[in-house]
C-alpha cells in the first residue's frame, strides 16, 4: 500500500527567504506526482505535475523535483511572500490504484511580512 | 469551462438527517472522483467513475454512502443517516485520461458539518 510522507508538518518563514517542502513516498512504481496548494477551507489547486519519467517541473518560483528511485520529491519555493502563506500537499499516482491520488497530510507554510 | 464545480459549499445539517453533495466535473473528463478531508489531514479516496461506471469503493465508503453519476456528467454523492464523523471536506476531482498525464483537477469542496 502505498503512503505519502510530508516534511516538515509546518514551517515558518520570513517574507523573501527559500524554502524548501519534502515529500517521500514507499512505492517507487508511480504515474506521476503531483504538488497541490489548499487555502484554509478551500479546495486544492493544482501547482505542478511531474511524470514519472521527468525529474522536475517548473512554474514561475516554484521547482518541483522528483527522484523516483529513492521516493522523494521537494517542492523549492524562491522568494517567499505572504500570499504563498497556505497548505501544501502533495499525492502520487501509483501503478495498480486504477490511477486515484494518494496524498500526504500536508505542510502548512506561513510566510510572515 | 469553469472547472469543477461542487454545490453546495457548505453544509450544517442535524445528525441523523440525509444530505446529498453534487459535483460538475470539466465537460470533457471522463474519469470523476471523489474524496474526502477531515482536519489537519490529507484527502482520503472514497470511490471513482469511469463515465457512468462505478469501479471502485474505498473501505471508508459505509452503507450510509452512495454515489452515482448518471448518463457519466454529473455526479452525486449522498449520505444517509449522518453521523458527527461525517463532518469533513467532501472534494470532488476530475480527469481526461485513463492514466492521468495530464493530472487531476479539483473542485472547491463541500464542507459538511454535522450537529
Known amino acids: 500500500k502505498q503512503e505519502v510522507t510530508q516534511i516538515p508538518a509546518a514551517l515558518s518563514v520570513p517574507e523573501g527567504e527559500n524554502l524548501v517542502l519534502n515529500c517521500s513516498f514507499t512505492d517507487s512504481a508511480i504515474y506521476n506526482l503531483q504538488w497541490f496548494r489548499q487555502d484554509p477551507g478551500k479546495g486544492l489547486t493544482s501547482l505542478l505535475l511531474?511524470?514519472?519519467?521527468?525529474r522536475e517541473q517548473t512554474s514561475g518560483r516554484l521547482n518541483a523535483s522528483l527522484d523516483k528511485s529513492s521516493g522523494r520529491s521537494t517542492l523549492y519555493i524562491a522568494a517567499s511572500q505572504p500570499g504563498d502563506s497556505a497548505t501544501y500537499l502533495c499525492a502520487v499516482v501509483s501503478g495498480g490504484s486504477n490511477y486515484k491520488l494518494t496524498f500526504g497530510k500536508g505542510t502548512l507554510l506561513t510566510v510572515n511580512p | 469551462d469553469t472547472g469543477v464545480s461542487q454545490n453546495p459549499r457548505h453544509k450544517i445539517t442535524k445528525r441523523g438527517q440525509n444530505v446529498t453533495f453534487r459535483c460538475d466535473p470539466i465537460?470533457?473528463?471522463?474519469?470523476l472522483y471523489w474524496y474526502r478531508q477531515t482536519l489537519g489531514q490529507g484527502p482520503e479516496f472514497l470511490t471513482y467513475?469511469?463515465?457512468?461506471?462505478?469501479?471502485?469503493k474505498s473501505r471508508l465508503l459505509s452503507d450510509r454512502f452512495s454515489a452515482e453519476r448518471p448518463k457519466g456528467s454529473f455526479s452525486t454523492l449522498e449520505i444517509q443517516r449522518t453521523e458527527q464523523g461525517d463532518s469533513a471536506m467532501y472534494l470532488c476531482a476530475s480527469s481526461l485520461d485513463r492514466i492521468p498525464d495530464h493530472g487531476y483537477t479539483f473542485g472547491s469542496g463541500t464542507r459538511l458539518t454535522v450537529v
Open positions: 511531474i511524470q514519472s519519467s521527468q
Open positions: 465537460s470533457e473528463h471522463n474519469r
Open positions: 467513475f469511469q463515465n457512468e461506471a462505478q469501479l471502485e
